[in-house]
């Protein structure tokens, strides 16, 4: 049997919209409510993929994300398509900046968020937490070709952000948009212990690609391997957790990237980052 060569042109828009919303089952919105008179607001803050790790639950996302995340009052989460108010008590929640360089845009750039069990029994309701170490597992035994299917960087775009008309009691309502960006990635390189993807983006004339792709920090990189099916219909053979985004790289070229984590940082660096960090609030 011989591999068939497929441009990313050749998927029908439906297939990423499936993609999409598939993915955006693991992934949440960070929230930042504001009071303010007469009414309150709310603002985008980021982006995460909600994992288990072990018997923990909790939110991968970047560090400097987490560094702009409230301490106290109230967390939002955006975890649905309708329309909701979901705050945690950010005393509640362990804010966890795992890995953090010098250089912003060089990296290493990983946070986590970990939950307690009565949230994460309510985030579960409408949303899934993929387990680290079973998804590790499945990319070991694939070992799948970076050139293998398509690639999305999944998150929140505030660009989409949008001020809705009052409904259902609400005076002011934000609708918060889970933008899927798929693409595909240069390969995998090393700095020290970490991993890193590029995940270029065209831009000028003819380019569809948001101005900013702010609010995608900490947003999930995933591979989606593909095959064909005799009728022609594509279909994804797996969904792999493969990074997370973590920074916008401009410039005066026709095309843009978004550094993102690799596999190495998520699968093995994570687990030892997040055991010396629990263990040091513990101890």
């Not at 409904?167 to 995998?188: H, K, L, N």
Request: net charge negative.
């Amino acid at each position: 049997m011989t591999a068939e060569e497929v441009l990313i042109t050749d998927v029908p828009r439906e297939t990423f919209d499936e993609f999409g919303g598939l993915l955006a089952n693991y992934t949440v919105g960070f929230v930042k409510p504001e009071m303010r008179q007469p009414y309150n607001d709310a603002f985008l803050a980021g982006s995460g993929t909600l994992v288990q790790i072990g018997e923990q639950h909790g939110i991968l996302t970047a560090h400097h994300v987490i560094t702009g995340l409230p301490k106290i009052g109230k967390l939002g989460l955006v975890l649905s398509w309708d329309l909701h108010q979901f705050t945690l008590d950010a005393t509640n929640v362990a804010m966890l900046p795992l890995a953090r360089g010098p250089d912003d845009s060089r990296g290493p750039d990983l946070g986590f968020v970990a939950l307690a069990a009565p949230d994460v029994e309510t985030i579960a309701a409408k949303k899934s937490f993929l387990n680290i170490e079973s998804a590790r597992k499945k990319v070991v035994e694939t070992k799948p070709d970076i050139q293998d299917g398509v690639w999305a960087i999944v998150g929140f775009l505030d660009e989409e952000t949008k001020k809705e008309p009052p409904q259902r009691g609400y005076t002011d309502v934000r609708a918060f948009r889970c933008f899927p960006i798929f693409g595909f990635v240069e390969p995998c390189y090393r700095e020290g212990s970490f991993d890193y993807y590029e995940f270029p983006f065209p831009r000028g004339e003819g380019s569809v690609a948001p101005k900013s792709f702010g609010g995608m920090s900490g947003g999930g990189l995933w591979q989606v391997p593909m095959s064909k099916r005799k009728d022609g219909q594509f279909e994804a053979e797996a969904f792999l957790l493969s990074g997370v985004a973590f920074y916008e790289v401009t410039s005066d070229k026709d095309e843009g990237t978004i550094r993102c984590h690799g596999r190495r940082s998520v699968y093995r660096k994570l687990p030892e980052l997040l055991e010396k960090a629990t263990s040091n609030k513990t101890a």
